[in-house]
């Protein structure tokens, strides 16, 4: 694919229930980020993994949020017990981190927009 | 701790003329700074970056930003505005010291008025 594609692009769930988001990258891209943009807000970032390193987690907010990224390629966040300030929209990214004219940019999906009622 | 400040939540012009949607940073190390551009109903799109060098970067769509040590600021700038500008625009910033968290203002909704 020539982008950044995700999974569903609309979710609507009811309190208390898990979710599962997808994100495909940018084949090749070795870095690859999750943001959370609530209405009329910016982007919060969440997780970013980059390669086989461990990945920061430093922006996930409670631990109901959780992500993993198999075989360096499609990235999975999940969200348990989903609360109504959970409702957003979830944007994953992806990035060559160096090297090529284009490092450090990230080239964004579409996003998944989550209501939780 | 790395942080970004949009100072405007909305910056208002007039098409034709010159249009500045600030932004300052802090960071631990030299910084990576970017530009995005969120169009409505549209996914986030890279502008420009500044990683090294020439402090006036060039990017897409005829937008330019200067990197300005001194203040910590990296403001992003356009000489004559086009309606089709109206946007949402967001600075983010990446310290160079080894991780690849990135940190995203809050965004400035900018209008350009016919």
């Known amino acids: 694919g020539a982008g950044v594609s995700q999974s569903p692009s609309n979710k609507v769930t009811e309190k208390g229930k898990d979710v599962e988001l997808r994100c495909d990258p940018i084949s090749g891209h070795t870095a690859l980020y999750w943001y959370r943009q609530s209405l009329g807000q910016g982007l919060e970032f969440l997780i970013y993994f980059q390669g086989n390193s461990a990945p920061d987690k430093s922006g996930l907010p409670s631990d109901r949020f959780s992500a993993e990224r198999t075989g360096g390629s499609v990235s999975t966040l999940t969200i348990q017990r989903t609360q109504q300030e959970d409702s957003a929209v979830y944007l994953c990214?992806?990035?060559?981190?160096?090297?090529?004219?284009?490092?450090?940019?990230?080239?964004f999906g579409p996003g998944t927009r989550l209501t939780v009622l | 701790a790395q942080s970004v400040a949009q100072p405007e939540d909305q910056v208002n012009v007039a098409e034709g003329n010159p249009l500045t949607v600030k932004c300052t940073y802090s960071?631990?190390?030299?910084?990576?700074l970017f530009w995005y551009v969120q169009y409505p109903n549209r996914g986030l799109q890279f502008l420009l970056k500044y990683i090294t060098g020439d402090n006036l970067v060039k990017g897409s769509y005829g937008f330019e930003a200067e990197f300005n040590k001194s203040q910590t600021s990296f403001h992003l700038k356009k000489p004559s505005a086009l309606v089709s500008d109206s946007a949402l625009y967001f600075c983010a910033v990446r310290d160079n010291t080894g991780g690849f968290k990135t940190i995203f203002g809050a965004g400035t909704r900018l209008f350009v008025k016919a």
């Open positions: 990214a992806s990035s060559y981190p160096e090297g090529g004219s284009s490092y450090n940019e990230q080239f």
């Open positions: 960071v631990s190390g030299n910084p990576y």
